[in-house]
């Protein structure tokens, strides 16, 4: 006997709608799409916001002592949105990509559009600030004691640590009693309520300076002999610990011919907007300069400079070749130690799987020295053991042998972890198959296993190389770019650009951060064409053998 049921049963009723006649109150929309915020995460939200708010003031007060409206702009529209993005319920996908989004942008975009911009500039030594700071610099450097100059009661102090802290010269004016505190950006007359002046006019206390005693003094000697302190009158320089004289400023600058005027010698050198130097009619500079937009200059340079383009290419070669040379060695010696440990016939696999991965547990700047002194000429495990005396690091192909061995060392177990992973991914029917059909095991292995583990390792292949394009490390801590010519000593035998590029910006000669960003440039155009190429042909690869 059948029965008929009016309407629809539970197994047909529309899942969308709630069950009729269940006694239950309907929950809101808003109930059903968001689900209730807990203490905990009322807390967390609030200290988060709370950060925000406090790093968002703190960076606010710079940006309007130096008056960078569009930064203050910046940083204000992305504290509200932040604000209104966490304090209300919509907008969900996006509480998750914004925090991702900012870092990326003040760790990634940031840094890389400043580099962008700078190696269009001659931004480096004599070339950091504006004219005005320039010219301020060049009259400060030129002041001399003449008959005449003012003297004043010197103390030396420090605002903070006594053997780190910035120095800050405590004068006494003996004609008014007047204490001021002076540094690189002038001087500051302090409240009498403040210091403590000892007789013969010397400051003994002052709040908020920590006054150095004469050893104190004694080991920044260079230091307060070098400080300069801008007063209306000329500037103020020591003479010896206990004395200083305002002097007069040898060069002044004329704004009549935009240039700078040498009072004693009557020389002078007149303004280059281009180069952003002071330069003479015989072509002599003065050291202080200012930073100017140069636009293709410092690319031009890489490129035509002899100097420069000689060293670039040269390094840009050996750079590939080593580059090239740590990958590939690095991932056919792990291959080669995976497909023999992957053996079934292999016993003691876990063993040796320990052993071999040693060299990638051990820190690598340690090991880089390390492997340094094994290559020692004189006392060295390598020269000891074969009982030869090569000098390794002092002629350029041995050193350049050397780094790719330690390269070798550090970087196959890597390659082994990598490519025991892929093997065991690699189904056994398929070269089971190819036994079968009567293939050898190096058929098997060319024709099946290789092409494969190409496919599944090539992403990692393309990345180890981009690694070891820009492998400062190895370098620099084995040969340091070494050994170098007689006639050049910016470039050496195993420099890579990104050692090159180093020095440029931080080498003895005075840093070029303006060239050096442009080679910077020069180094990821190449890494980004090596990749994308590669990475292209990896995705046609891998539709082969799909």
């Known amino acids: 006997m059948s029965t008929s049921l009016s309407g629809p049963g539970p197994a047909t009723q529309d899942p969308g709608r709630e069950p009729v006649g269940s006694g239950l109150p309907r929950p809101s929309r808003t ?75 003040a760790f990634q975009v940031v840094p890389v559009l400043y580099t962008a911009s700078t190696a269009f500039t001659n931004f480096g030594d004599g070339h950091r600030g504006t004219k005005d700071e320039a010219v301020v610099a060049i009259q400060t450097a030129s002041v001399k004691q003449v008959p005449g100059s003012a003297e004043y009661a010197l103390s030396i102090a420090t605002k903070g640590d006594p053997a780190t802290g910035p120095l800050v010269f405590l004068v006494s004016d003996p004609a008014t009693g007047v204490v001021s505190a002076g540094d690189g950006g002038g001087l500051r007359q302090l409240d009498a309520g403040q210091v403590t002046v000892a007789p013969g006019g010397r400051v003994t206390a002052a709040e908020g300076y920590t006054v150095l005693n004469f050893g104190q003094a004694s080991a920044r000697s260079q230091e307060i002999t070098d400080l300069v302190v801008p007063t209306s009158g000329g500037a103020l320089r020591s003479a010896g610990l206990s004395r200083a004289y305002e002097g007069k400023a040898v060069r002044a600058y004329d704004a009549g011919c935009d240039c700078i005027r040498d009072t004693e010698t009557g020389r002078t050198w007149t303004a280059d907007e281009e180069t952003g130097a002071f330069v003479a009619a015989d072509g002599e500079r003065l050291a202080q300069g200012w930073k100017v937009t140069v636009g293709l200059k410092n690319f031009s340079r890489v490129l035509t400079d002899p100097a420069i383009s000689g060293p670039f290419f040269g390094t840009l070669l050996w750079n590939f070749a080593f580059a090239i040379g740590s990958t590939g060695g690095t991932f056919l010696l792990g291959m080669f130690i995976a497909l023999a440990l992957h053996s079934p016939r292999m016993r003691g696999t876990n063993l040796y799987r320990v052993l071999l991965i040693l060299p990638y547990a051990m820190p690598s700047f340690a090991m880089l020295l390390v492997w340094r002194d094994m290559f020692n000429t004189d006392f060295g495990l390598i020269n000891n053991l074969f009982g030869i005396g090569v000098d390794w690091f002092g002629q350029e192909w041995s050193a350049r042998i050397a780094v790719i061995l330690v390269q070798l060392w550090l970087g196959y177990p890597y390659m082994f972890l990598v490519a025991t992973g892929a093997l065991q991914a690699i189904p056994k029917e398929l070269t089971e198959a190819t036994s079968v059909d009567g293939a050898s095991p190096w058929q098997s292995f060319r024709s099946v296993t290789l092409p494969l583990l190409l496919v599944a390792l090539s992403p990692l292949l393309i990345a180890s190389f981009a690694y070891n394009f820009n492998n400062f490390n190895a370098i620099y801590l084995t040969t340091e770019g070494g050994p170098f010519p007689a006639d050049n000593p910016t470039a050496g035998a195993t420099d890579l650009l990104i050692t090159y590029t180093y020095r440029l910006a931080f080498g003895a000669q005075g840093a070029q951060f303006g060239l050096a960003a442009a080679v910077s440039i020069f180094i990821f155009t190449i890494v980004a064409v090596v990749s994308a190429v590669s990475f292209r042909r990896t995705r046609k690869q891998e539709e082969v053998y799909s």
């Open 31 to 105: 109930a059903r799409h968001h689900a209730p915020i807990t203490a905990t995460g009322l807390l967390v939200k609030v200290i988060l916001l709370g950060l925000t708010a406090g790093i968002a003031i703190w960076a606010a007060f710079p940006l309007v002592e130096a008056e960078k409206w569009i930064g203050l702009a910046v940083l204000a529209a992305t504290t509200a949105g932040l604000f209104y993005l966490y304090l209300t319920r919509r907008h969900i996908p996006a509480k998750y990509l914004v925090p991702g989004t900012l870092f990326l942008i």
